[in-house]
């Protein structure tokens, strides 16, 4: 085995330190970090000697190297594996890597629990008005709590848009631990596979309209896309909230920023923004029954562990030559094949 001749570069935003010490533990790897938003180092000897790169989803925007497209996989030409971290790969144009022979996975589940716990949360602070609650008792003397009466949430109806892994658990909890009842729309599932999963399967319009709770936790891509735009949110009743753990861009900020201008939805809890961090001026942040984080729904000690762990070992697996369990492209493994022969001289197994 010669020493360091397998390189992964992987972008500062994943410095997860069991994703680094498992890779550091391997003699035949090389682990570069590339810093954001400098072409010199992006394009420069680390990522065009790649053979792995570890890209952060949902951050990273306005780097160079957020978007892994054609151009550039042109100038990684050794890259046989792009992970995505976390559950969402938008930034990875999925054919072109599958036409360059290169790899596509993700480390979809690692964070669930997370993200669904967020979710809920968010639905519990809303309903209860408890931020509400807590700013007016830190700003005045004699709060009237009548001004604070919120809702339960127990037996309500949530709409889940997305049944993957992350909606699933959401599910588990609404009906385990509150008795709701579950909608759920997800295109890609039959009704038997959502029934197991805990939903109902509802076209969208029907989930929005019934639902008290809509909460979206599908991955952001060309279906998904504004899905959630104003006449969506006029079909929401005017008491319902709306949360999303997902992706910016799969709701319409301005329409949603109009929706809660004209009182048509009860407020939104927002973990994911068009340009993330969302700046504190952002007119969504000047609503009071608007609950924000700044994509921090997977943030959890847990979660970043068995993200690091997931990555690590799917990396090793393609460096090895085995097939990762969650690959998102799997056309693309005889071409990566033939390239792993090529650059390591062994046919992967
Ligand atoms: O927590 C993160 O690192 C973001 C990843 C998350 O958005 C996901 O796609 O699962």
Known sequence: MSVNN?????????????????????PDVRLDRIENGSPEDVYGPLLGAAHV?????????????????AA???RTPNLLLVSSNGAGFDPVDVEACTEAGVVVVNQSGGNAHSVAEHALAMMLTLSKRIIQSDRRLRRERDVNRNDLVGNEVEGKTVGIIGLGNVG???????????????LAYDPYLSAEVMAER?????ELDELLRRADFVSISCPLNKGSRNLISTR????MQPHAYFITTARGFIHDEDALLQALRDKRIAGAGLDVWSKEPP???HPLLQFDNVLASPHTAGVTIEARQ???????????????GKRPPRIINPEAWPRYAERFKQAFGVTPG
Do not use: W
């Open 53 to 69: 790169y570890q890209v952060g989803a949902a951050r990273d925007e306005l780097a160079p190297h957020f978007h892994v497209d």
């Open 168 to 182: 699933r658990r959401i599910a588990a909890l609404c009906k385990g631990l509150l008795g709701m009842t579950v």
């Open 6 to 26: 397998k390189r992964v570069v992987y972008s500062n935003y994943l410095a997860n330190p069991i994703y680094i010490d498992i890779l550091k533990a391997r």
């Open 198 to 202: 805990g939903g109902e399967k509802v």
């Open 232 to 235: 969506e949110f006029a079909l």
């Open 306 to 320: 068995n993200m690091g762990r997931i990555a690590a070992e799917q990396v090793l697996d393609v460096l090895d």
């Open 279 to 281: 700046p504190p001026e």
């Open 72 to 74: 550039f996989l042109k």
